[in-house]
């Protein structure tokens, strides 16, 4: 399978513990993403990489999230100090970079992780 | 990011052709217009993309407006697997805007 992986698929943890999410894009991809989905709603941007720099950060990702990315392969994404309200699909997607004068760029998907605080 | 608008849910009939609605009456010139679904647990994926003139691909059709303001994915014949979450999205093609902005998009059912 060559898509993009996420590790773990599911955790449970308790109010106030520190999470990682591992994010391996597809291998050829430079560009990384992070959402977030809660239920019902649609997936929201947290953060982007080009290779291992960090472009553009959401005000959603508060100071208890950090995400690196520091070979320009896989991605993590830190929770610390969970909430509850920080209970979510963490989603992860990859695209490569816009070639010539097209700036069309599909990303592609993981599965996610689901993250429920207690 | 302009807003696109449409509707919470759609129903349609297995083998039947299904024509999913959105307005985006705000886009500018160099916005396109993406289509991503979500199936049930699983991350969003790509559908279709377009400027102006209207696309097909294995998937589906977009069929775009003249004036832009809104456009219409097309199933040819749904089938069970099309049961989905359906979003249009806006991305800025100058500017390079990287992130995909996701309204709550339409929850297509498709009955056997």
């Known amino acids: 399978d060559t898509g993009v992986s996420q590790d773990p698929r599911h955790k449970i943890t308790k109010r106030g513990q520190n999470v990682t999410f591992r994010c391996d894009p597809i291998?050829?991809?430079?560009?990384l993403y992070w959402y977030r989905q809660t239920l019902g709603q649609g997936p929201e941007f947290l953060t982007y990489?080009?290779?291992?720099?960090?472009?553009?950060k959401s005000r959603l990702l508060s100071d208890r999230f950090s995400a690196e990315r520091p070979k320009g392969s896989f991605s993590t994404l830190e929770i610390q100090r969970t909430e509850q309200g920080d209970s979510a699909m963490y989603l992860c997607a990859s695209s490569r970079r816009s070639s010539g004068t097209s700036r069309y760029n599909e990303q592609f998907f993981g599965p996610g992780t689901r993250l429920t605080v207690l | 990011d302009a807003k696109t608008t449409q509707p919470n849910s759609m129903e349609s009939n297995e083998e039947e052709p299904v024509h999913l609605p959105c307005n985006h009456s705000?886009?500018?010139?160099?916005?396109?217009i993406h289509w991503y679904r979500q199936l049930p647990s699983q991350g969003p994926e790509y559908v279709i993309h377009g400027l102006t003139s209207n696309v097909n691909n294995r998937m589906a059709s977009l069929a775009i407006a003249e004036d832009r303001k809104s456009s219409t994915l097309i199933l040819h014949r749904a089938t069970l697997r099309d049961a989905a979450v359906y979003y249009c999205i806006l991305r800025d093609s100058i500017q390079g805007a990287q992130k995909l902005v996701f309204g709550q998009g339409t929850r297509l059912t498709i009955n056997p």
């Open positions: 990489f080009q290779n291992e720099a960090q472009l553009e």
């Open positions: 705000t886009i500018s010139g160099t916005d396109y």
């Open positions: 291998s050829e991809h430079n560009r």
